[in-house]
């Protein structure tokens, strides 16, 4: 299966910590993506990461992409309780049916 | 700018009936993309419609099935009802029959009993 898997599963911080996911995949990319979803509601774009990048910023967030290890990291700065949310990454598989797989994300927690 | 809209927000089946599940894309996006989410679990791609036709398919039976009008909303129907099709239902829509930078709608709740 192409699905990523996050890692860790919950992630519990206090407001002002950094808070560090990550992802890992199975076969080629062209890009990867990060979502936040707030308790089972819609998904929220954050991130895209090209296969020839290897670290992008936006705001608080940080994403590194090592295609060598086909992983990558989503960094929150300075988490705020509002960043309470499941956060999941997403690949399109390049080598398969070219459909966009999601993981099974990361439950984040910040605490007040 | 209206963002993606579904509806309804939540339903109520039995096993065995049909539903119909609705989305509007984004103004300007062209493409919608339809996911299944079991709690506690990462969305499943079902299938992507642009230009009226289903164009990727994910591994769904053919109980799923879904249709694109000419003004790019969507629907979703779901034949045959069993009790493992209760999940979230998202709807996603995108610009240029594209698997990126996706906005979702609210998703529709979907409970068989």
């Known amino acids: 299966s192409q699905q990523g898997e996050e890692d860790p599963q919950a992630l519990s911080i206090q407001e002002g910590e950094n808070a560090t996911m990550n992802c890992s995949y199975k076969?080629?990319?062209?890009?990867l993506q990060w979502y936040r979803q707030n308790s089972g509601r819609g998904l929220v774009h954050l991130i895209l990461i090209r296969s020839n990048e290897r670290e992008k910023h936006s705001g608080r967030l940080r994403v590194t992409l090592d295609t060598s290890k086909k992983s990558s990291s989503l960094l929150i700065t300075a988490s705020r309780a509002a960043d309470t949310a499941s956060y999941f990454c997403a690949t399109v598989d390049q080598t398969g049916a070219n459909n966009l797989f999601f993981g099974t994300g990361t439950r984040l927690t910040v605490i007040p | 700018d209206a963002g993606v809209t579904q509806s309804p927000t939540h339903l109520i089946k039995t096993r065995g009936q049909q539903v119909t599940l609705r989305c509007s894309p984004k103004s300007g996006h062209d493409t919608v993309s339809w996911y299944q989410q079991a709690l506690g679990q990462g969305p499943q791609f079902i299938f992507q419609?642009?230009?009226?036709?289903?164009?990727q398919r994910g591994n769904f039976p053919d109980r799923f099935s879904g249709h694109q009008f000419p003004n790019y909303s969507s629907e979703l129907n779901v034949n045959a009802l069993l009790l493992g099709d209760s999940a979230l239902y998202l709807c996603?829509?995108?610009?240029?029959?594209?698997?990126?930078?996706?906005?979702f709608g609210s998703g529709t709740q979907l409970s068989v009993l």
């Open positions: 419609y642009y230009e009226e036709e289903e164009r």
């Open positions: 076969t080629s990319i062209n890009n």
């Open positions: 996603a829509s995108s610009r240029g029959y594209s698997h990126e930078k996706l906005f």
